[in-house]
């Protein structure tokens, strides 16, 4: 007799001891923009402020007023309404006032205060390690140095968080001192009391029981976690201060940050509010947890990593046909939350390792129906291909071209006659390093002639380039142009090469990838050969095929 299919409930239930909501606090702005790689201009850092607060997060620390120009200038272009927040709130961050200094006449402080901003957040030591060795200063001093900070900020009406950095090491070896940093800040009006692992060397068990004890003593104020990833625990820690009674918690979009980042965000908070039913932003907008990861990675010029969790291209994509067969049918047997929850969707990647099924459904994401025929015809075409050193659940578009051949469908744009690509180097005088940085010698050309027949017409056209590739870019856009000036809108965004049997050397197999845009789609191409340009023109074009299908559509 058959039985209907379970339904499993993939949505968590908090527990009655665990907060009911914890407030999120961003850092990439500051924290995040030490991350190695990340340079980030005023015009960047409104851009993503924007970004964070489309996504709602309740706090962005906005940067360090008064350390560089770049901050000031961004603290000030807000201030003037260049950053209209909707729901989040701006932060300012800063220190304590200096060794044996005055809070009156503090530049930080001062600072803080020009910021404009309704909070502010300071970095305070809470190792006496620390206090010793790195202020040069008495404990008592480092005491009076947060509470003098606190009282000052809080009595210019600023609502004051403080970061005790280092705290958790520091509670180990001084847990008498660690506990009077915090009491020095709770008693002179600070609100939030946010524990920082800043070496990153914590681990989830040690964390619990310390933020526990932290909770316990001073549980009329919001007790915070700011945690790094060195042991790849920066998220595991954050949800272990949660389950402690922590209700604050600091990380980054992507988990960027200094050495190998921060409490990823994209990660912590779906963990909370899906896994385990506990408020962070507004439950309508964690769908946009995907957009706003790949927004900010394009804003801060770094490539979006493919394997994070929730967010990543990766994170919903399946490749064996076990797999692949058994969510066709239900979706909760291989994904442990709905991919569309936090903004993501299912992929089903297509490689030698498929089976027909596999095709199958990749056929139908791409909007494609196959028969029997034209199923094995694309599944031995693949096994063979990629035996050869393709890599399509790399380039769907080369993957979308390739099905559609197995129609019987042709190419209708243009047809390659042949293509020619020079490139000539005159050894002459080196060119000044302020004129070329690269250290090219002047009279190095590259030139591609390419013979297309377009129709009934056999076109003849030359570019030039920087490389092969551009060249032949160019030369093809010369050659096209007038019958396709849409393409005017496409850019390639991105060219990787790689020697897959490095063993032959300089004979070796190349495989090429091409990413490319047209604004609104972003897609990927392939071309594998032991020669180079081949290589690279199969890719370029069947990008360019690819661009030519989605205007003719």
């Given amino acids: 007799m058959a ?12 527990d009655s ?6 407030e999120i606090f961003d850092t990439t702005l500051r924290d995040g923009s030490q991350f190695e790689g990340i340079a980030l201009t005023a015009d960047d850092k409104l851009k993503i402020a924007s970004q964070l607060d489309h996504l709602g997060v309740h706090y962005i620390e906005g940067g360090w007023p008064g350390s560089n120009p770049r901050d000031d200038a961004f603290f000030a272009r807000a201030a003037d309404g260049e950053l209209n927040l909707e729901v989040s709130t701006l932060v300012a961050f800063g220190s304590t006032r200096r060794p044996k200094g005055k809070v009156d006449d503090d530049p ?5 205060l020009s910021a404009k901003t309704p909070v502010v957040c300071i970095v305070a030591k809470s190792w006496d390690y620390h206090v010793v060795e790195a202020l040069r200063t008495t404990l008592d001093e480092g005491l009076a140095m947060i509470s003098d900070s606190v009282r000052f900020l809080a009595e210019s009406g600023k609502r004051v968080f403080v970061d005790f950095e280092h705290f958790f090491d520091g509670y180990k070896r001084n847990p008498e001192f660690a506990m ?12 939030t009391l946010v524990l920082c692992d800043t070496n990153g060397g914590a681990l989830p068990h040690e964390v619990e029981g310390t933020v526990r004890k932290m909770v316990e003593t001073f549980g009329d104020l919001t007790i915070g976690m700011h945690t790094q990833n060195d042991t790849g625990c920066a998220v595991a820690n954050a949800v272990a201060g949660v389950r402690a009674g922590s209700t604050h918690v600091q990380g980054t979009i992507n988990g960027y940050g200094e050495r190998t980042g921060n409490c990823d965000l994209t990660t912590f908070v779906p963990n909370l509010s899906l896994k385990m039913g506990i408020e962070t932003i507004a439950s309508e907008r ?7 990861s790949h927004h900010v990675a394009e804003l801060v010029n770094l490539p979006p990593n493919e394997a994070l969790p929730y967010v990543g291209k990766s994170a919903f994509a399946h490749k064996a046909g076990l797999h692949t067969s058994a969510i066709a049918r239900r979706p909760d047997a291989y994904e442990h939350v709905d991919p569309a929850a ?19 459904l990749k056929a139908k994401e791409l909007g494609m129906e196959l028969d029997g025929r034209q199923l094995k015809a694309v ?3 693949l096994k063979t291909l990629e035996n050869a050193g393709y890599h399509f659940e790399a380039a769907d578009a080369s993957l979308q071209l390739l099905m559609k051949r197995a129609t019987g469908w042709t190419n209708p744009f243009f047809k390659l006659e042949s293509f020619r690509v020079m490139v000539e180097h005159r050894p002459g005088e080196k060119m000044a390093l302020d004129e070329n940085p690269l250290g090219h010698y002047d009279g190095v050309e590259t030139e591609a002639t390419l013979k297309l027949i377009l129709g009934e017409d056999r076109v003849v ?12 870019d160019a030369g093809f856009r010369a050659a096209v142009g007038d019958r396709f000036p849409e393409l005017g809108n496409v850019s390639l965004t991105d060219y990787k090469v790689r020697i897959l049997d490095s063993e032959k050397g300089t004979g070796a197999i190349t495989r090429v990838l091409v990413d490319a845009t047209d604004g609104d789609r972003r897609w990927t191409t392939i071309g594998v050969s032991e020669n180079i340009i081949e290589a690279s023109w199969q890719a370029l074009s069947d990008s360019i095929v690819y661009a030519l299908l989605g205007l003719d559509s």
């Fill in 108 to 112: 930080t402080l001062a600072n803080l």
């Fill in 379 to 381: 599944l031995d075409e």
């Fill in 342 to 360: 936090v903004g993501n969707g299912t992929r089903f990647l297509v490689s030698d390792l498929s089976g027909r099924s596999t095709v199958e």
């Fill in 3 to 14: 039985t209907e299919p379970m339904e499993i409930s993939r949505v968590g239930v908090r």
């Fill in 461 to 472: 056209a030359t570019g030039e380039g920087n490389g092969p590739v551009n060249a032949l």
């Fill in 17 to 22: 001891a665990w907060p009911r909501a914890v």
């Fill in 180 to 191: 009077r940093a915090l009491e020095a800040a709770a008693t002179a009006g600070a609100e």
């Fill in 286 to 292: 964690i769908s946009r947890l995907t957009e706003v």
